[in-house]
């Protein structure tokens, strides 16, 4: 599977799709993995309103290949 992402949200937004359970618990999601797709969770930790932290423990059935874009910031010198 390839797919391209262009902000954390997307990352999150895939393995939600891919999972069949996910539990919240305060600043923290797991998600674990539809058996479809293989077997494992991946732990979201929320530590700010721009910043979260994902540990994954997945064996996946196929490759995933992801791809990353860096959104453009803007910083006081132009954008970035």
């Not at 954390?8 to 937004?13: A, H, I, L, S, V």
């Amino acid at each position: 599977m390839r797919t391209s992402i262009v902000s954390r949200y997307g990352f999150q937004n895939l393995f939600r799709d891919l999972s069949d359970t996910i539990d919240s618990n305060g600043n923290e999601n797991r998600l674990t993995l539809s058996p479809q797709y293989g077997k494992g969770s991946v732990r979201f930790i929320n530590i700010s309103d721009h910043v979260s932290i994902a540990v994954t423990d997945l064996r996946l059935h196929d490759g995933l290949e992801i791809s990353y874009e860096m959104p453009a910031t803007t910083s006081r010198l132009g954008v970035v």
